[in-house]
């Protein structure tokens, strides 16, 4: 392993990367532009009239961006910020080109949703440039470690409160504000609980690490160490048990597991981990219907709905990515809107790639969210401050862990949860959560990597040199 | 921290490399699979996106492909005199899946055939619309709208080959449906298919050959064949059988329609008079294994038949002695369908010859080059030649002098059998009409062999005999054979 060079304080300026990362987000924004030609092409036969607005738009939002991470964060990542601008350009192509099928856009899913998920995504960047602009040192959020508990949990009890919250295709996640539109509060609660968890585990790691006492071969903490983030974690659990979320318990369980792990560097909590996901999975499964019809679909796949012999959507999805096969229909050519519903262009869009892209294009999406999650994996090694280490951790690790349960979900490779694919899915909130995250993990690189003042030339340097005859 | 951490990289590393596994087995290993299965709709959009190749007879195309709008398919099957080539073409229907020709040659007619891989590549390379290739069907079209036309709204149906080569030239069903009335997905499509479904006289049902019915006399060719091959009996040699047949370990006794000449009568005389004495004591005489193996030679027993649709397999069981005296006289368990007894006709007019019967006459790309030509084949020979020459004469003698004189055509070689089938319990169903026959014609060499079945014929039950009600269809579809 050679990262020694990234975590020593060095004098000498390493390179900002700030040009590769400009190379890189060129071809981020040309490359959705293409597509978006390439859907007009094939439903129109024409290139479609809005091809400068969107290239502009996204022209646009990429520059801003790029303009203040040069300015604000000039060590920071050089992937980071195109990976993340052409998998957002990339979603807006596929909801535009789902837009185009009329029934999926019937006024009751809500219209053509590429507009606002448009304007969403500029309201994410302009969160990203304010992040950026005012966290000078992602230090500052320690500060912070006990509000952000308090807005955690405020955050994940909001959809539970009547006349706020709304049940959406089965699971209380949702929150409606008037005017606005619905926002999925889980999304913001995920950085804020990563950033409490990273603030109390710093202070912590410790005690939790060795003052345990042993017991069957696993390391125990006290209870007054590990109790407060129990307490959390449990309430976190049992409010997503309540709105039938399970993606997110689950996503914040295994930032738990993950955080506690790397602060205490003991691997009994991965053990521990396991046990009692395992033991929530079986009781969650076998006393909520909504998750154990679920699982049904997972391991029948193809299998007609019981209740009305349909096809469900979880085989419609397998047809989608059967039918894609290598090389894809050709975006605008498949048939994903065989799936239906609003599903399609959020929790489903992964199958549209697949039919469309093929196994060649899905697989180049996955391996961008590899790299996205790898390059935060970096980040974390490379922080110099135990709260940055954790807190980079956390947040690419629940990115990492949504992006696994969406796509394993969508693939059947796990049972489905109702979660968004991570910039490409529609949904306001979690792009704007997401381009936050990121914008996190680039002040975190940045200070990483930013090269210590120059010391102050020491007037005995001259008297300390050997002298040869 | 950074072991952990490092740890934690190659964690996610993992998650990753699932998903790229996951992604690789369903995309591409299980990809076929998934992308063919019936419940994907892509299969049914696919297919009807294109107007579809068409089924050919004569030289004009009996389907056709009309434009629709408002659903995910592009073209609609459409069908030209629908009720008489139904029992051809079979459906092809938006909502409601396709059958016979159109479901064993979709491959041809949507143009994804493998065998038209040139075709596609050529006109994707052009920038042409697919195009489906044509399946030309053996049948005559006269012969066919004789058959339809001679059922009328009688149920019953109509099997005609050339014994040559076994070319299918009429297969005619009724009463019979239009597959144009439900080849969309409307909701008037799905009304009418309903009603079809549930019609309890079963249009959908392909009786030429997919329905057995009991042979009746007919069946008596089979016996008469059996007799001669054995080498006991010989045309025009006494049989020595009784008027009135007692069946054997039975007290039961069989009389006959025509009385007082079948008493002792040749084969000839017993065919002619449609004696039942004569051919039940044949069939105690040769036997159940005897007479399964001569009606196997007839293609009797064979459950692959394929023209290409499936015909139904026609049965001659094993019986105990009475019950296969009965089956010598088509009155036992024995069972056939239409086209069965006109192979039965066939083989006898094709000096003992049994063609393998066949309406797909070639396969054709649209570019009009032949993909597959069906080449006559043999099925068996169930009569030698000298044989076969006596029961031409045996069968000609039934039209020229006995009970189907209603089939005779002048100027023609015709032979025939006439066959009534009892049926039901204690008999007290009308019967089966049945008339079997072949026609040649001297002078242009023509062949046709014919089976009609009516069921249950709403006229006088007397009048309900195979040469009253079944022969004059026969003769009206040999004349359209013969080009008269």
Known sequence: ?469 | MNKPLRRVAVFCGLLVIALLVRVNWIQFVEADELRNHEDNRRVAIERYAHPRGNIIVGDKAITGSTETSGSDFKYKRTYKDGPLWAPVTGYASQAFGANQLEALNDGILTGNDDRLFFNRTIDMITGKDKKGGNVVTTLDANVQKAAFEGLGDRKGAVAAIDPETGAILGLASSPSYDPSSFAGNSNKDSKNWVELDKDKDKPMLNRALRETYPPGSTFKVVTAAAALESGKYDMDEPTGAPETYKLPLSTNTLGNEVKGVCEDATLREALQWSCNSVYAMLSDKVGNEGMIEMSEKFGFGNAELDTPVRAAESIYPEMDRPQNAMGGIGQASNRATPLQMAMVASAVANDGELMKPYMVEKLVAPNLNDIEVTQPQTLSEPLSGENAQKMQQMMETVVNEGTGSNAKIDGATVGGKTGTAQHGIDNRDLPYAWFISYAKDPDSDKQIAVAVVVEDASANRDDISGGGVAAPIAKSVMEAGLGR
């Open chain 1, 1 to 469: 392993m050679s990262s020694s060079h990234t975590s020593t304080i060095s004098s000498v300026a390493a390179p900002s990367r700030r040009n590769t990362e400009l190379a890189m987000l060129v071809f981020a924004v040309l490359i959705p532009v293409f597509a978006y030609i390439n859907v007009g092409l094939a439903k129109e036969d024409t290139v479609p009239a809005g091809v400068f607005g969107y290239a502009a738009g996204l022209g646009c939002l990429a520059a801003v961006a790029h303009l203040v991470v040069r300015k604000f964060a000039p060590y920071s990542d050089p992937l980071l910020l195109p990976i993340a601008t052409l998998l957002n350009g990339l979603g807006l192509v596929l909801i535009w080109r789902l837009d185009q099928e009329p029934s999926l856009t019937t006024p009751t899913l809500g219209g053509p949703m590429a507009p606002g998920q448009l304007m969403w995504s500029a309201v994410g960047v302009g969160l990203f440039v304010v992040v950026l602009l005012f966290l000078k040192d992602h230090r500052v959020l320690q500060r912070y470690t006990y509000i952000s508990m308090a807005a955690a949990l405020v955050l994940l009890i909001m959809p539970m409160v009547p006349g706020l919250g709304a049940n959406v295709n089965g699971a209380r996640i949702w929150i409606r504000i008037p005017g606005l539109g619905s926002l999925q509060p889980g999304e913001f609660a995920k950085i804020v609980i990563a950033v409490f968890f990273a603030g109390y585990l710093m202070v912590k790691r410790d005690a939790l690490a060795l003052a345990s006492r042993r017991f069957m071969g696993l390391y125990l903490p006290r209870g007054r160490d590990l109790g407060p983030i129990l307490v959390i974690w449990g309430l976190s659990l049992m409010i997503l048990v309540f709105e039938t979320d399970l993606g997110t318990s689950l996503l914040f369980f295994g930032l738990f597991v993950i955080m506690l792990y790397v602060a205490t560097e003991r691997t009994s909590w991965i053990v521990f981990g396991l046990l009692l996901s395992a033991l929530g999975a079986v009781s969650v499964t076998s006393f909520n219907s909504h998750i154990g019809d679920r699982v049904d679909n997972w391991l029948n796949p193809l299998a007609r709905s019981p209740v009305n012999d349909g096809v469900t959507e979880t085989a419609q999805a397998m047809y989608s990515f059967g039918s894609g096969g290598l090389f894809g229909s050709g975006l605008g050519q498949g048939f994903s809107r065989l799936i239906g519903g609003i599903a399609t262009k959020s929790d489903y869009i992964l199958a549209t790639v697949g039919e469309e892209l093929g196994l060649t294009g899905l697989m180049a999406i996955v391996v961008l969210y590899g790299l996205l999650i790898e390059r935060g994996m970096r980040t974390a090694l490379a922080a110099r401050d135990p709260f940055g280490k954790l807190l980079a951790v956390g947040l690419s690790g629940a990115f990492a862990l949504q992006c696994f349960v969406v796509a394993g979900g969508v693939t059947a490779l796990i049972p489905l949860t109702g979660m968004t694919m991570p910039f490409l899915a529609q949904g306001g909130s979690s792009v704007i959560a997401n381009w936050a995250l990121i914008a996190i993990l680039l002040r975190i690189s940045d200070t990483a990597r930013r090269p210590a003042p120059a010391p102050a030339p020491s007037p005995d340097a001259e008297m300390t040199q050997v002298v040869r005859t």
